[in-house]
C-alpha cells in the first residue's frame, strides 16, 4: 500500500509544504491537493514539485467542468515535468451547487463528460493532433459553431509521460463503473470496508469488465483518518464534524450523493437524521448524529494492534493507496504516525 495525504495547511502553506519534506521522510509516498471553491490547486502543487523531491503530487480532485478538456491536459503535462513526472491527475465531478453555484455553469452529463475529457487528454499526451467529435466537446470547433479557422493541433512540448495516471472520485454505481473501466485509480468517500463489496462490487465488476488490461490494476484510494495509540480513542471524535458535513450538507434534500451513500451502507436513519439537522444549522447536533460504527469502521485509529486490523480489512477490500488524515495533536506524533502505518503497510 501506498500511504498518502491531502495537503492541509490551516497553519500556513508554506510551512505546510515546509513540513511535507519531514512526511516524505517519514515514508509518505504522495500528496493531494484538493480544489473546492478555494485557491486553485495547480499553483500549489507547482510549488509542491519545487519544493520536494520524491513525494508524488495529486490534484484531489480538479472539477471536470472548470478547464476546457485540453487545458486538463497541458496543465497535468505541465505538473508531470516540473515534477519529473510524480504527477497524478485526480478527476472529479463536483457537485450543482459548486458548479452551478461558484463557477456558473451547468452541471450536465457528468459521466460522459468524464469519459470524453480522459480521452482527449490521452490524446493530448500522445501528442496526437487533437480532433475529438463527441457529444459535450468537439475539436476543433465546427465552422458553423466559430469562425471556421480552427485547425487540429497538437501538444508543443513532449510530455514526460504519455501516460499520465488518472484517479476518478466517484461514489454512484455508473461512476464507479467509469473508473473501474477507463481510470488508472478510483478515489470513492468514506470508504467501509466490510460494506464496499456489497455497496460497490457490481459496479466494480462491470467496469472491470470493459478495462483494458494495458491500464493495469485499479489503484483504489481512501481517506481513513489516522491516529495510533493506547490512548487516542478520543480522537475519532475530531472525524465528526468532517462526515457530518458531507452526510448532511454537502448538496440539497434529494440531492446529496454522500447521504445517499451512507443510507446505502445501511444508515438510512441515521443519515436523514444527519442531514435535517445539518440543513436546520444544528451541525454540533448532526455531527453527534453521526453512526460511531461508521466512523470507526472508516477510521484507523486505536492501538497499533487493532490498526493493523483494520489495515488488513482494508487490504482485503481491495484497498492500494491510503489517503490518510493525522488526527494527532502533535506534528512529532502525526509524523510518528505515519512513520509507524508505513511500516505496517510495508
Known sequence: MRI??????SG????????LRDYEKAGLDIVFVPEAYSFDAISQLGFIAAHTERLEIASGILQ????TPTLTAMTAA???FVSDGRFTLGLGASGPQVIEGFHGQPYTAPLARTREIVEICRSVWRREKVVHEGRHYRIPLPPEQGTGLGLPLKLINHPVRAR??????AIGPKNVALAAEIAEGWMPMFFHPERAAEVWGPALAEGSARRDPAVGALDVVVSPPLAIGEDVDHLIELARPQLALYIGGMGARGHNFYNDLARRYGYESAAATVQDLYLSGRKDEAAAAVPADLLRATSLIGPASYVAERLAAFRAAGVTTLQVRPLAPTTAQRLSDVERLKAMTS
Do not use: Q
Open 164 to 169: 499520465i495516471p488518472i484517479v476518478l472520485a
Open 4 to 9: 498518502g495525504m491531502p495537503l492541509s495547511y
Open 12 to 19: 500556513g502553506f508554506k510551512e505546510a509544504v515546509a513540513g
Open 78 to 80: 505541465g505538473l508531470d
Open 64 to 67: 471536470i467542468y472548470t478547464r
